[in-house]
């Protein structure tokens, strides 16, 4: 892009030399011949130097300075006072006030006014190479996080796929043993209980072959949405596989509190489901026999394992028992 330098005098001879000495420079050269003009220039134009006369009437050059340095959009453009009056150190200190980065006296002298602007061309050059490479930084910087996050998004669905069931969005088995582990931690750091249980699906084969995997899988969804909707946020729901659930009931210290929970979930687990499977309303009835095991502070390496058995065991004694039912082990 072509740097761009404004030139402000009121004297059109004076215009038309500077013309003629910036003729090589390189760069677009715009005139203005007031005050007022060269602001109005300054709106629709981003411009590397301006080259501003000082002595003009209505506004003069200190004036058109000062209204640039104010305005944030223009207090970076260079000025350079091109006049006579730069007679002593007051009216160079003036003009630096005013905003000016340097001046150049009158008459000009052609090798000095070439040089100076030159030099500004290069600064403003280089200023526009480091802005580009700040704004092209930046955007890699932007596209470097935007990597990172879906990276990250990546990696959390691969470790959620990897602990969770695909269908119904359960912790799987995986999960599960590590839930496990960390309440049995928990209770014998804080001597306190919780409660296991296993769930078996009564009837869930006959929906199966009946009514096709589609609504097995269905029915899987449904239950796995009621177990969620009766426990806790603290407690644990989890698929085993098939139609095997298991519960993590955290600190119930009574195991009557968690037999009467689960009695409750046999009854929501027997009320009617209503699926909807391929545009089909279907109505299948199941229940749920479940295996309950208290879990107290002991201090046993294999407890994780004694206790998984000893809710398995009740539950297959649930189902022995006439199903739809929950049994506690015992002790």
Same mark, same amino acid.
């Given at each position: ?10 004297? =059109? ?23 007022? +003009? ?7 134009? +981003? ?30 453009? =260079?000025? #350079? ?30 090798? #000095? ?87 078996? #699906? ?18 899987? +969804? ?7 909707? +009766? ?16 519960? $993590?009931?955290?600190? #119930?210290?009574? =195991? ?40 107290? =502070? ?9 206790? $998984? ?23």
């Amino acid at each position: 892009m072509t740097a761009k330098i404004l030139i402000v005098d009121d004297t =059109p001879a004076n215009l038309v030399a500077m013309r003629r000495l910036l003729a090589r420079s390189g760069a677009e050269l715009i005139e203005a011949s007031s005050g007022n +003009q060269a602001l109005a220039l300054c709106l629709d134009h +981003q411009f590397a130097l301006i080259l501003l006369d000082v002595n003009m009437p209505d506004m003069d050059g200190f004036e058109v300075a000062s209204l640039l340095g104010e305005a944030e959009h223009f207090n970076e453009t =260079p000025i #350079i006072f091109v006049t006579a009056a730069y007679v002593d150190d007051m009216n160079r200190l003036k003009g630096y006030h005013s905003g000016a980065v340097d001046y150049i006296a009158k008459p000009i002298n052609d090798v #000095i006014l070439q040089a100076k602007v030159r030099v500004f061309l290069e600064l403003h050059s280089a200023r526009m190479k480091l802005s580009e490479a700040m704004s092209e930084l930046a955007e890699r910087n932007e596209a470097l996080k935007r990597e990172i996050a879906e990276r990250k998004l990546v990696e959390e669905m691969v470790r959620h796929q990897a602990s969770h069931d695909a269908l119904t969005g359960l912790p799987n088995r995986v999960l599960f043993y590590d839930r496990l582990h960390g309440a049995i931690q928990r209770a014998n750091r804080h001597q306190n209980r919780f409660a296991l249980a296993y769930i078996d #699906i009564d009837g869930f084969k006959g929906v199966n072959d009946n009514h096709g995997h589609a609504t097995g899988d269905a029915l899987l +969804q449904e239950i796995s949405k009621r177990l969620t909707q +009766q426990l806790r946020g603290n407690d644990t729901v989890a698929r085993l596989g098939g139609d095997e659930f298991a519960l $993590i009931l955290e600190e #119930i210290d009574d =195991p009557q509190v968690a037999l009467r929970l689960c009695q409750t979930l046999c009854e929501t687990l027997a009320e009617p489901c209503h699926l909807r499977v391929n545009g089909e309303l279907i109505e299948v009835h199941v229940s749920g026999s479940i295996g309950i095991a208290a879990y107290a =502070p002991s201090g046993l390496g294999d407890a994780d394992e004694q206790l $998984i058995h000893a809710a398995d065991r009740a539950m297959y004694e649930a189902k022995r028992d006439g199903k739809n039912r929950c049994v506690l082990a015992t002790q």
